[in-house]
């Protein structure tokens, strides 16, 4: 088992940053890719990015490519979304997800991100 514990949301004006953590305690993080998802009110949930077990490699979503980044520090076992250039269709709830082989199979309970406009 993996638990996966999100931080770092809010409220934030358009425009401004936002840094989420998940730490992960359990089975050997640096084994799992990690996932981050977001699920705005009435929309299914949706890929925002990921990062490969050992962080050499990224992809992200378009609606946030240039703006979002995601890193890992294994030792801290924590994963990291960093988010700038922030917009209110960016609100959401964010998640974070374990995945070994094909699919996410931990997830965490989600942090609320609020933009202001």
């Known amino acids: 088992q993996v638990q996966l514990v999100e931080s770092g949301g809010g409220l934030v004006q358009a425009g401004g940053s936002l840094r989420l953590s998940c730490v992960a305690s359990g089975r050997t993080f640096s084994s799992y890719a990690m996932g981050w998802f977001r699920q705005a009110p009435g929309k299914e949930r949706e890929f925002v990015g990921r990062?490969?077990?050992?962080?050499?490699?990224?992809s992200y979503a378009d609606s946030v490519k240039g703006r979002f980044t995601i890193s890992r520090d294994n030792a801290k076992n924590t994963v990291y979304l960093q988010m700038n250039s922030l917009k209110p269709d960016d609100t959401a709830i964010y998640y974070c997800?374990?995945?070994?082989?094909?699919?996410?199979?931990?997830w965490g309970q989600g942090t609320q991100v609020t933009v202001l406009s």
């Open positions: 990062i490969s077990w050992s962080g050499g490699s990224t």
């Open positions: 997800a374990a995945q070994l082989g094909s699919k996410y199979n931990y």
